[in-house]
């Protein structure tokens, strides 16, 4: 409610009280234009975000080698998951700051910001000298880049009426994976694309050292800098997106002024815990030189204690926002309590079903792409020792390996599925009910999973058709989640509350993606569960994760069901 004043009665008679409209449940119908162009900028933006955590995923490992040409493939690996890990901390950091920022100021100029951030830090990357400043360019990249998805949801679902909502929610899935894909068939040409530009720069008068600095190592640099282009973005959001009426109701009222910049403090207090959490499950560390690595024996209770402190800072710290704007909105509305209790709980149940999503992703099938490289790998080296123990080393010596660009096509493959997950898993929420459907989301995905891990020990044929697969199932959840987070906060806190919902979980994807490379060292003998053969490595490792899902089939049950309901006001 708005700040209550009182007036002099002789001012009382000449002025009638002001009089607040209803907020909107659906927006008016001559609308159309702004609608669209509301949803064209969040498809666009949403595409480059997809098509940026691709060009890192193709590229990152590149980025790190060039970086520290001395390391080892350990540490390389070590530092790519880092650095993916810190994005995914910054993402979650964005989604509560410029979630805020967009209950506070209106949708459309938050995600001008948000995209101009993504965009400009992730330029900045291509101009990086060490590992380390790509990894805090990129986690201030993902600022903008969580911030982006919990507006553009949040716009998006405003000002298209109810109907459409399952319809928005698909292609807000589905564009995130367009950009995936567009990064799959830019890597099955990406050498002739860094030829062709390496030829342009030298032809335009580039020193040749420096063409060579931005070439080198699949062009990473470059890439890195073409993630500029979403600045563009910028421009169509200012001049052609038209602000939410439902949040400029909200603005009328007075409710977006319960904001306060110094409440973001909290959110730079719960920045610590992910930090720790990322600084102890990155860096394994000796009480003693020359020692063994004491962390495996005693270091392990540390690190759990360590992750669950953590989370609680994360925690209380990301949510303080929210805490302080209810209190206000309190203080303000003549004594009358505000359900704050009741968002905090909405937002912590979406950040779980969120993070349930994020971490079966990020730590299973976001991985089969380097999976199947290392498949094709071990292939050609088994060919290899069986020449040399034919007695044919000669052509063992001479023998070449293939090209089959097993990394590109699992990703487009995975990406292809996803698009089409992502599509009906919004219809699934709307014509079975939200609950049953992610129920069925979480079943799928977990046997996708196994079925691309445990049956397939090559690449080939089989191999992508169940990337396929799994892909339908585990990224439709970003269909299922732009459908029904929304519908679980009022207007005038649902950019935060979802930016938080879904963000939060990139936490404990973070968690999950450190996880792997512990799960590798750990599980490094096959498994025999009667007559099946778990192989040892990344099968075992991502089948292992991919239990979370098993979580999710039991936590949505105590999630409210919302098919058929508008957006609450």
Same mark, same amino acid.
């Given at each position: 409610?708005?700040?209550?004043?009182?007036?002099?009665?002789?001012?009382?008679?000449?002025?009638?009280?002001?009089?607040?409209?209803p907020?909107?449940?659906?927006?008016?119908?001559?609308?159309?234009?702004?609608r669209?162009?509301?949803?064209?900028?969040?498809?666009?933006?949403w595409?480059?975000?997809?098509?940026?955590?691709?060009?890192?995923?193709?590229?990152?490992?590149?980025?790190?080698?060039?970086l520290?040409p001395?390391?080892?493939?350990?540490t390389?690996g070590? %530092?790519?998951?880092?650095?993916? @890990?810190s994005?995914?901390?910054?993402?979650a950091?964005?989604?509560?700051?410029?979630?805020?920022?967009?209950?506070?100021?209106g949708?459309?100029?938050?995600m001008?910001?948000?995209?101009?951030t993504?965009?400009?830090f992730?330029g900045?990357?291509?101009?990086?000298?060490?590992?380390?400043?790509? &990894?805090?360019l990129?986690?201030?990249?993902?600022?903008?880049? &969580?911030?982006?998805?919990?507006?553009?949801?949040?716009?998006?679902?405003?000002?298209w009426?109810?109907?459409s909502?399952?319809?928005?929610? &698909?292609?807000?899935?589905?564009?995130?994976?367009?950009?995936y894909l567009?990064v799959g068939?830019?890597? /099955?040409g990406l050498?002739?694309?860094?030829?062709?530009?390496?030829?342009t720069?030298?032809s335009?008068?580039?020193?040749?050292?420096t063409?060579?600095m931005?070439?080198?190592?699949d062009?990473?640099?470059?890439m890195?800098?073409?993630?500029?282009?979403?600045?563009?973005? +910028?421009? /169509?959001?200012?001049?052609?997106?038209?602000?939410?009426?439902?949040?400029?109701h909200?603005?009328?009222k007075?409710?977006?002024?319960?904001w306060?910049?110094?409440?973001?403090?909290?959110?730079?207090?719960?920045l610590i815990?992910?930090?720790?959490i990322v600084?102890l499950?990155?860096?394994?560390?000796?009480?003693q030189?020359g020692?063994?690595?004491?962390l495996?024996e005693?270091?392990?209770?540390?690190?759990?204690?360590?992750?669950?402190?953590g989370l609680?800072i994360?925690l209380?710290?990301?949510?303080?926002?929210?805490?302080?704007?209810?209190?206000?909105?309190?203080?303000?509305?003549?004594?009358?309590?505000?359900? %704050?209790?009741?968002t905090?709980?909405?937002?912590?149940?979406g950040?779980?079903?969120?993070?349930?999503?994020?971490?079966?992703?990020?730590?299973?099938?976001?991985?089969?792409?380097?999976?199947?490289?290392?498949? +094709?790998?071990?292939?050609f080296?088994k060919?290899?020792?069986?020449?040399?123990?034919e007695?044919?080393?000669?052509?063992?010596?001479?023998l070449?390996?293939?090209? /089959?660009?097993?990394?590109?096509y699992?990703?487009?493959?995975?990406?292809?599925?996803?698009?089409?997950?992502t599509l009906? @898993?919004?219809?699934?929420?709307?014509?079975?009910?939200?609950?049953?459907?992610f129920?069925?989301?979480?079943?799928?995905?977990?046997?996708?999973?196994?079925?691309?891990?445990?049956?397939?020990?090559?690449?080939?044929?089989?191999?992508l058709i169940w990337a396929?697969?799994?892909?339908?199932?585990?990224?439709?959840?970003?269909?299922w989640?732009p459908?029904?987070?929304?519908?679980?906060?009022s207007?005038?806190?649902?950019?935060?509350?979802?930016?938080?919902?879904?963000n939060?979980?990139?936490?404990?994807?973070?968690?999950?993606?450190?996880?792997?490379?512990?799960l590798?060292?750990l599980?490094? +003998?096959?498994?025999?569960?009667?007559s099946?053969?778990?192989?040892h490595?990344?099968?075992l490792?991502c089948?292992?994760?991919s239990?979370?899902?098993?979580?999710?089939?039991?936590i949505?049950?105590?999630a409210p069901?919302?098919?058929?309901?508008?957006?609450?006001d």
């Open positions: 409610m708005a700040n209550v004043t009182t007036r002099p009665a002789s001012e009382a008679k000449h002025k009638s009280p002001q009089v607040i409209s907020a909107p449940t659906d927006p008016p119908k001559d609308n159309a234009h702004g669209w162009m509301a949803l064209t900028a969040a498809l666009l933006g595409m480059f975000d997809g098509a940026e955590m691709g060009i890192f995923s193709l590229v990152g490992r590149k980025a790190v080698m060039d520290m001395t390391a080892n493939e350990q390389v070590l %530092w790519f998951n880092v650095i993916i @890990a994005f995914l901390v910054g993402a950091t964005g989604g509560v700051v410029f979630g805020w920022l967009g209950d506070r100021i949708r459309v100029r938050a001008t910001l948000s995209v101009l993504y965009a400009l992730t900045l990357c291509g101009f990086a000298g060490e590992a380390w400043q790509v &990894g805090v990129r986690f201030i990249a993902a600022l903008g880049m &969580g911030g982006e998805w919990s507006l553009g949801v949040a716009l998006v679902m405003e000002v009426p109810n109907k909502r399952a319809f928005m929610a &698909g292609l807000i899935g589905a564009a995130a994976n367009v950009g567009l068939f830019l890597g /099955l050498l002739g694309v860094i030829q062709g530009m390496e030829e720069m030298l335009i008068g580039l020193p040749a050292s063409v060579t931005l070439v080198r190592n062009g990473w640099r470059l890195m800098i073409a993630g500029t282009l979403p600045a563009l973005l +910028t421009f /169509l959001i200012r001049v052609f997106v038209p602000e939410s009426e439902k949040w400029e909200e603005q009328e007075g409710t977006t002024s319960h306060a910049s110094q409440d973001l403090f909290g959110v730079l207090i719960g815990g992910p930090f720790m600084y499950w990155a860096f394994d560390r000796t009480y030189p020692t063994e690595t004491v495996f005693h270091g392990n209770v540390l690190r759990i204690v360590g992750t669950i402190l609680a994360a209380v710290g990301y949510t303080y926002p929210v805490v302080r704007y209810f209190q206000r909105h309190a203080i303000h509305s003549a004594g009358t309590s505000a359900p %704050w209790a009741g905090m709980q909405r937002m912590l149940l950040a779980t079903l969120s993070g349930v999503a994020l971490l079966g992703t990020w730590g299973s099938t976001q991985q089969a792409p380097s999976w199947a490289d290392k498949l +094709t790998e071990a292939d080296n060919t290899k020792q069986q020449l040399v123990a007695g044919k080393t000669e052509e063992a010596a001479s070449q390996r293939p090209k /089959l660009r097993a990394r590109e699992t990703l487009i493959w995975l990406s292809v599925g996803a698009i089409i997950g009906a @898993a919004a219809f699934m929420g709307d014509w079975l009910g939200r609950r049953t459907a129920f069925l989301l979480c079943l799928t995905s977990l046997l996708s999973v196994w079925g691309l891990y445990l049956l397939n020990t090559s690449y080939g044929t089989p191999l396929f697969i799994a892909g339908t199932c585990t990224a439709s959840f970003y269909g989640l459908l029904y987070l929304p519908e679980l906060f207007t005038n806190v649902r950019a935060t509350g979802q930016g938080f919902s879904f939060f979980g990139r936490i404990l994807a973070a968690i999950g993606v450190l996880q792997v490379g512990n590798l060292k599980f490094d +003998t096959d498994v025999m569960l009667g099946l053969v778990i192989p490595g990344h099968a490792a089948s292992t994760i239990l979370v899902y098993v979580l999710g089939m039991v949505i049950w105590f069901e919302t098919k058929g309901q508008p957006l609450p």
